[in-house]
């Protein structure tokens, strides 16, 4: 492996936490983020994520025990906060010794952190404000977070609404020098990551930049329009009604984008009318999201589907092995650290 001197230097304690030879996580794709991509993306020195979305104690089992099978390297899993059997999903984290646990999509519920925490495994959250961040990297009473993950609106899937820039220029200052920071969002050359290294982040995430990777199990078809597409294509999709907040998904426009603002009245009719609680009503849309993109990433229907993107899709333009996109960004990052 060719050495990284400027961009190990400065990534150092995002690979002491990680245990990787690079401080590159892959963003928690579902269905993409299954054994073959995280494998080789922790073989390749980077950090893999199994995306657990929406499944259950019993898939996330096998899916932990075929992924060891593949990689003798570190590996997390990344669990969504409002998962109703999330509690089980973290048993089943506990029973394979998971060393490091992504918590996504809202606040820790209470006694989650310390239920990971309990079996040794390592914490890593979301926030998309500084004060919640400090918030959930308190370290009192063993209910903080180890690192975090602060994630711009340019990524793909769900987003926040804050530009990745922004929010380094506003949370690394004020966090890096006590805690860890990975950066994510519109990541898809070196020059960036060299960039955030600089501002104090430990560390990137990148998902768009790996979803079409050799090892990725995506269809032909998703892929192909990944490479078609440019970064205007990836829109965000639109909140129908105020009264059932649903976090806005960045995804590459197509029929899929106008049936999910349908799916939307329908469900909020359906709050309206008391059939459903809010939490059941939030619940079906994630469902809704996890089959729309299981039509696109695993059947290819990429009309119907969802194709989540980040706006860095326009800088692929060819299939690559993990091995070579890790080589890219890592030679990027030095040569641009190096010039400086």
């Given at each position: 492996m060719t050495s990284f001197p400027k961009t190990t230097m400065l990534m150092q304690r995002g690979i002491d936490f990680l245990g990787s030879e690079y401080a590159i996580l892959c963003g928690a794709m579902s269905w993409v983020s299954e054994r073959?991509?995280?494998?080789?993306?922790?073989?390749?020195?980077?950090?893999?994520?199994?995306?657990?979305?929406?499944?259950?104690?019993?898939?996330?089992d096998t899916e932990i025990a075929e992924t060891r099978k593949l990689t003798d390297k570190p590996f997390g899993v990344n669990l969504i906060t409002m998962h109703p059997q999330l509690f089980d999903l973290i048993d089943v984290c506990s029973k394979h010794g998971?060393?490091?646990?992504?918590?996504?999509?809202?606040?820790?519920?209470?006694?989650?952190?310390?239920?990971?925490?309990?079996?040794g495994a390592k914490v890593i959250v979301f926030a998309p404000t500084l004060a919640l961040a400090k918030k959930l990297l308190r370290q009192d009473r063993g209910a903080g977070g180890d690192a975090l993950v602060i994630e711009g609106m340019e990524a793909g899937g769900h987003i926040g609404p804050v530009s990745t820039s922004v929010l380094a220029q506003e949370f690394l200052p004020e966090l890096?020098?006590?805690?860890?920071?990975?950066?994510?969002?519109?990541?898809?050359?070196?020059?960036?990551?060299?960039?955030?290294?600089?501002?104090g982040?430990?560390?990137?995430?990148?998902?768009?930049?790996?979803?079409?990777?050799?090892?990725?199990?995506?269809?032909?078809?998703?892929?192909?329009?990944?490479f078609r597409a440019n970064a205007r294509d990836a829109i965000t999709s639109v909140q129908v009604d105020p009264r059932l907040p649903v976090i806005p998904v960045r995804a590459l426009k197509n029929k899929g984008t106008e049936e999910?603002?349908?799916?939307?009245?329908?469900?909020?009719?359906?709050?309206?009318?008391?059939?459903?609680?809010?939490?059941?009503?939030?619940?079906?849309?994630?469902?809704?999201?996890?089959?729309?993109?299981?039509?696109?990433?695993?059947?290819?229907?990429?009309?119907?589907?969802?194709?989540?993107?980040?706006?860095?899709?326009?800088?692929?333009?060819?299939?690559?092995?993990?091995?070579?996109?890790?080589?890219?960004?890592?030679?990027q990052s030095e040569e641009a650290l190096t010039r400086r």
């Open positions: 073959n991509l995280v494998s080789a993306i922790s073989n390749a020195g980077g950090f893999g994520v199994i995306a657990c979305g929406a499944m259950t104690p019993d898939l996330l998971v060393s490091h646990v992504v918590l996504a999509g809202g606040i820790p519920p209470k006694g989650s952190v310390e239920a990971i925490k309990d079996f890096s020098e006590d805690h860890l920071v990975f950066v994510a969002g519109g990541i898809g050359r070196g020059q960036a990551i060299a960039g955030y290294l600089e501002m982040a430990v560390g990137v995430q990148l998902g768009t930049r790996f979803a079409c990777a050799t090892e990725s199990i995506a269809h032909e078809n998703f892929k192909k329009a990944f999910f603002t349908a799916k939307q009245i329908e469900v909020a009719k359906r709050l309206d009318s008391g059939e459903i609680e809010m939490g059941e009503a939030q619940l079906q849309i994630e469902h809704y999201w996890a089959g729309a993109l299981r039509r696109a990433v695993i059947d290819g229907d990429v009309e119907n589907g969802s194709i989540m993107a980040g706006q860095s899709v326009g800088m692929l333009k060819e299939e690559e092995s993990v091995a070579d996109i890790m080589q890219k960004l890592m030679t």
